[in-house]
């Protein structure tokens, strides 16, 4: 069946707000600590989805199973992912946070292959795999020349970002009786529940002086680059389906290496850009349809 035009350019739009969340979080950081703002991006997310629920006369699920699920959930998508994120966009640019936290196809095809065996491995994804590494090796090995230093902290905070996207991928499935408003409404309470009394203690933002500047970066991130780009998000799993929608992860790379460096003014070396290509082109791969399966896990029924 053919997609209407306009779901193309939504999945485009996604991945415009999702590829500027790192600009927006990199100037937030400026005068916002890593844990206020990821506590403020679930909180202002939570508030908007819990509008949305109300709008569309729909409620939160109930039963502690349930929630037990949201909250594991919550710990890989967002509080573990975009609290490691926020510190280690203190470390390195916007451009190569970008690139390094799209890698979360590779990191699926990992747990994939070791762990779960859930779906069959094609011999593209391999390939796709194996390039991504390399891209990956390559600008770690850039920044390792110079000792271990910050920026090999914040690029491997990055990925472990990506790791923790994977686990949820996979973890998300679980799910599936939900409907989509009310499963990232249900994550961002819990990020925000556990995330909020901890900024509290160890931030204590009330002490905090940020900018305007910041101030609305960091609006911007929660409502714009996660409120709103989960329910995008979520549409698109109806109409484009998980495959088609996984391909914004290459195109959020791109577009958060560009806005990197031509609004921030950041710069990448040769080596660096040369691992970008590499770890976008390997995830490209990674989401095309599987032709010819591996041995390794089960066919799918």
Do not use: E, K, P, Q
């Given at each position: 069946m053919t997609r209407p035009s306009s779901e193309y350019a939504l999945l485009g739009l996604l991945a415009l707000l999702w590829g500027?969340?790192?600009?927006?979080?990199k100037v937030a950081l400026t005068d916002i600590p890593p844990l206020t703002l990821?506590?403020?991006?679930v909180t202002l997310a939570a508030v908007m989805l819990l509008c949305v629920l109300r709008l569309q006369g729909a409620s939160l699920p109930r039963g502690w199973p349930i929630w037990r699920v949201l909250l594991i959930q919550a710990c890989f998508n967002s509080i573990g992912a975009w609290s490691i994120l926020a510190w280690g966009q203190t470390q390195i640019d916007?451009?190569?946070?970008?690139?390094?936290?799209s890698t979360s196809p590779l990191f699926v095809f990992f747990i994939t292959l070791l762990?779960?065996?859930?779906e069959a491995l094609s011999a593209r994804k391999?390939?796709?795999?194996?390039?991504g590494v390399g891209g990956v090796a390559t600008i770690v090995s850039h920044d390792l020349a110079d000792g271990l230093d910050g920026s090999v902290l914040g690029a491997a905070a990055a990925?472990?970002?990506a790791f923790l996207y994977g686990c949820a991928a996979v973890y998300g499935k679980r799910l599936s009786m939900l409907s989509p408003a009310a499963s990232a409404a249900g994550t961002m309470l819990w990020a925000t529940a556990v995330l909020a009394p901890v900024a509290l203690i160890v931030d204590r933002p009330w002490t905090l002086a940020p900018s305007g500047t910041a101030l609305g970066a960091a609006l911007t991130l929660g409502l714009?680059?996660?409120?709103?780009a989960l329910l995008l998000y979520f549409r698109l799993?109806?109409?484009?389906?998980?495959l088609g929608v996984a391909s914004q992860s290459y195109l959020r790379a791109g577009f958060g290496a560009v806005l990197g460096v031509v609004v921030l003014g950041e710069r990448l070396s040769p080596a660096m850009a040369l691992g970008c290509v590499f770890a976008v082109v390997g995830v490209a791969l990674m989401i095309q349809p599987a032709r010819k399966p591996l041995a390794v896990g089960r066919q799918a029924p």
């Open positions: 500027s969340s790192y600009l927006f979080g990821a506590a403020t991006r916007a451009a190569l946070a970008s690139v390094l936290n762990i779960t065996r859930h391999l390939l796709g795999a194996a390039i990925l472990f970002g714009a680059c996660t409120g709103a799993l109806r109409t484009l389906g998980s």
